[in-house]
């Protein structure tokens, strides 16, 4: 299995590694000799000498560079990223989840595969799995090793509950991820279970980090304060740094994928935090989202206007940048606003918004007192 990755990244083309952060800018000329190498060739000098450099640990000194690196083909379609829902079951029911109704449905496996392989044909080099919960799928340990042996640098964004069983971990050690985001609710048993809704989770969750701690896996946390756990914000932050996991806090809930407002009141007010101002968003055009049955849309929130990989293979994204320019358009009440120009959100979660009833508060300037303004 290749420790290494040369690929070409939307204008440019990296040396990367999987489960490593570090990466290495190829000059083009450089890509293109690795990539003319026969994979019985040793190693070119300058190759061993890169690869030393940026991972002191990893010596390809004199050894042929099929035993160690992949070289990925350049794309014509020009994408670099891409989030993945393999399925949208779960083993919690948690009360803040944006995917409402958590229906264990999909495609079969082959499907799944060939999905995987139209990603990386598109120049696909991140790969975000997610659900759902992606390890409760019985195909995610053969996708994930299906998208590792394309050549892509997988993150898997999950719950945690399942990272103590031997399969997922062997899984994760023979190929490696370049980072696992485990979400957390809460610091207590108590909190973390109502939040959950599930009698456990929390011992599930605890088993699991302790195990991914002991295999070093590359982790993330995301830290969800909902009106549940919002009195162990801190706790939790704490608890992220005892276990040397980086960390980033959430608050803002979203409506659902289906414009359901009943998820927003899992939101602690007090904690709610004014978003950045929205500077434009590459959805479309060089990421997409695709869901459990092949659809690609936009993003995770823009499924307007989906396109399906399955029956329509590869050529349909040619339609994708241009659906991803008319869903970013300000409509459906934002036509003509004078905030635009420094609206927080993307005109496809304000409609979701609107959608859900919620209050202009939650996603708009107008609904919020600034300057004596409302």
């Known amino acids: 299995m290749h420790s290494l990755i040369a690929s070409p990244f939307l204008e440019q083309h990296l040396l990367v590694r999987p489960g490593s952060r570090g990466g290495v800018l190829l000059p083009e000329h450089l890509y293109e000799e690795v990539r003319a190498l026969d994979p019985a060739a040793v190693a070119p000098a300058w190759l061993a000498d890169t690869v030393l450099d940026q991972w002191a640990d990893l010596d390809v000194t004199h050894r042929p560079v099929g035993e160690f690196l992949l070289v990925r083909q350049p794309s014509s379609w020009g994408y670099?990223?891409?989030?993945w829902e393999i399925n949208l079951g779960c083993n919690y029911k948690c009360k803040h989840c944006y995917l409402g109704l958590k229906v264990n449905s999909g495609m079969p496996l082959a499907d799944k595969l060939a999905?995987?392989?139209?990603?990386?044909?598109?120049?696909?080099?991140?790969?975000?799995?997610?659900?759902?919960?992606?390890?409760?799928?019985?195909?995610?340990?053969?996708?994930?090793?299906?998208?590792?042996?394309?050549?892509?640098?997988?993150?898997?964004?999950?719950?945690?509950?399942?990272?103590?069983?031997?399969?997922?971990?062997?899984?994760?050690?023979?190929?490696?991820?370049?980072?696992?985001?485990?979400?957390?609710?809460?610091?207590?048993?108590?909190?973390?279970?109502?939040?959950?809704?599930?009698?456990?989770?929390?011992?599930?969750?605890?088993?699991?980090?302790?195990?991914?701690?002991?295999?070093?896996?590359?982790?993330?946390?995301?830290?969800?304060?909902?009106?549940?756990?919002?009195?162990?914000?801190?706790?939790?932050?704490?608890?992220?740094?005892?276990?040397?996991?980086?960390?980033?806090?959430?608050?803002?809930?979203?409506?659902?994928?289906?414009?359901?407002?009943?998820v927003l009141t899992a939101q602690s007010k007090e904690h709610l935090r004014m978003r950045k101002q929205f500077q434009g968003c590459n959805a479309g055009h060089t990421f997409f989202h695709t869901d459990p049955n092949g659809l690609v849309s936009i993003c995770k929130i823009g499924r307007d206007d989906q396109i399906s990989l399955p029956q329509e293979g590869i050529q349909g994204l040619a339609r994708l940048g241009s659906i991803a320019d008319r869903l970013m358009l300000r409509t459906g009440g934002c036509t003509g606003c004078a905030l635009s120009g420094s609206c927080t959100v993307c005109r496809p979660l304000a409609k979701h918004y609107q959608e859900a009833k919620a209050p202009l508060a939650a996603y708009c300037q107008h609904g919020q007192t600034k300057a004596g303004r409302t």
């Not at 670099?80 to 989030?83: E, F, H, L």
């Open 80 to 83: 670099g990223k891409a989030s």
């Open 115 to 262: 999905c995987l392989d139209a990603m990386a044909e598109a120049g696909v080099l991140w790969l975000q799995i997610t659900g759902g919960e992606p390890t409760v799928d019985k195909d995610f340990m053969a996708s994930y090793r299906h998208a590792f042996g394309l050549g892509m640098m997988i993150t898997v964004s999950t719950n945690g509950s399942l990272l103590w069983k031997e399969n997922i971990l062997r899984t994760f050690r023979e190929c490696s991820p370049y980072r696992v985001t485990v979400s957390m609710y809460g610091a207590t048993k108590a909190s973390y279970d109502e939040l959950t809704q599930r009698s456990g989770a929390w011992d599930l969750f605890v088993q699991g980090m302790n195990a991914a701690r002991r295999e070093r896996l590359p982790l993330r946390m995301s830290v969800i304060v909902t009106e549940d756990n919002a009195h162990e914000e801190q706790a939790m932050v704490d608890l992220c740094a005892r276990w040397g996991v980086e960390h980033e806090v959430y608050t803002n809930m979203t409506p659902t994928i289906y414009g359901g407002g009943e």
